[in-house]
């Protein structure tokens, strides 16, 4: 058996004071009223896979109102091993902690990745390309140790490359070097993002068109280095090419910078587009594509998991299944049938059928 996710224990975490939940190997259905704190609990076992939760929440969101300090424990079990992996916050600091040991938050990732889909991700193709280079980057980090270093690196280097741009008597020698650094890691991200988005676009657009036959998906990586017109297409080009590219564009834009104290262009301006049948989703498709999109996404990650680990992640899905139609809940029910450890939450189990509720791990959440 692959690794699972066997059970999850929280003490003044969110709304809970004490809760444990014991999870089954395939679907898990959390069923609850509005506000029982099932989406505290997903979140909590996204923060024990990922290392991070899609609230993006301060430690101390995290801790239940009045108390002092929240910990949150859950087991991981199979390929013979045991793992507990765990979260604890004290006042404003977070600690993770692997078999008792502390660990950051990269130590606690890449056992048992996991893919979230919940409703905020549903207009994922039409909001700002920061929402869709975050969804990127969020699996990436996940699967690969050097591009989690890439991203927190690239991000430190434009805020220190944009405090120097803000002086105001700016260092030329020391912009070249930032301009070097920047460039050559900036490269290597643009690189690891375009390899992923490839992997991704495979599986997505073969995702896509069994969810809406005769449609054709395609998802393209537009570098902001090389201007509005490029597209990659299927090339992923080499990392000492793109940086070049980098530097000629930071040169063009010199002026511009030091005048606006900002670091104008990188993969912190990158754009990822869809197209349906070559036209632009965000400006063409309807919400009911746009939807499919997005499950085609996040039916890839799961699929890009399996191929670069060997084994199918931890499936997330809060409170989407009210947002699908039934062609799309079905889509999804049957590919979760497929080996994916799955847990699902609901305020209506009317969106199951009868043969899913038998099979599944039915948990009815009040704290
Ligand atoms: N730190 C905290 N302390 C106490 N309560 C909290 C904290 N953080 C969140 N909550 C409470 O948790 C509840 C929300 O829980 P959650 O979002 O998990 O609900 P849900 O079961 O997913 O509901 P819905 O079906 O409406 O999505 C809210 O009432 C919120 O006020």
């Known amino acids: 058996m692959s690794i699972r996710v066997s059970s999850l224990s929280v003490y003044n975490f969110r709304s809970f004071a004490a809760y444990d939940l014991s999870l089954g190997e395939a679907v898990n259905v959390l069923v609850g009223r509005n506000a029982a704190g099932k989406t505290n609990l997903v979140e909590c076992l996204q923060l024990l896979t990922s290392g991070q939760s899609f609230r993006r929440p301060s430690p101390r969101d995290l801790v239940r109102q ?62 700002s390309a920061s929402v869709r280079r975050a969804a990127l980057d969020d699996f990436g980090v996940q699967l690969n ?47 690891h993002r375009m390899s992923l988005l490839a992997r991704i676009r495979e599986h997505a657009a073969r995702a896509y068109g069994a969810i809406a036959p005769g449609e054709l998906l395609g998802i393209s990586y537009s570098p902001s280095i090389y201007g509005d017109e490029y597209t ?35 993969p912190h301006r990158d754009e990822i587009l869809f197209t349906i049948d070559g036209r632009d989703a965000r400006s063409f498709a309807s919400q009911g594509q746009q939807r499919s999109v997005v499950l085609a996404w996040k039916i890839a990650e799961v699929a890009v998991t399996r191929d670069i680990l060997g084994r199918p992640p931890l499936l997330l899905l809060d409170d989407v299944m009210s947002e699908l139609d039934a062609s ?22 009317g969106y199951f059928s009868d043969l899913v509720l038998e099979e599944a791990k039915v948990v009815e959440v009040d704290e």
């Open 145 to 191: 140790e050097q591009y989690a270093r890439l991203v927190s690196t690239y991000e430190r280097t434009v805020e220190q490359r944009n405090n120097l741009l803000k002086e105001p008597y700016v260092d030329r020698g020391l912009l070249a070097a930032w301009d070097e650094s920047i460039s050559a890691t900036g490269a290597a991200l643009t690189v």
């Open 328 to 349: 799309r809940r079905e889509s999804i029910m049957h590919f979760i049938e497929d080996g994916v450890q799955t847990v699902i939450t609901t305020t209506n189990l």
């Open 66 to 127: 009045g108390a002092e300090a929240c910990r949150a424990q859950c087991t991981l079990e199979g390929e013979g091993r045991l793992l507990e992996m765990g979260l604890a916050v004290a006042g404003s600091r977070r600690t993770f902690s692997r078999n008792g040991k502390k660990v950051t938050a990269a130590g606690v990732r890449g056992v048992l990745p996991s893919v979230l889909f919940c409703p905020d991700h549903l207009d994922m193709v039409k909001r």
């Open 232 to 266: 990659a297409g299927d090339k992923i080009p080499q990392r000492g090419e793109v940086q070049e590219q980098f530097l000629r564009a930071l040169d063009e834009r010199r002026d511009e910078e030091l005048r606006r104290g900002i670091t104008l262009t990188g």
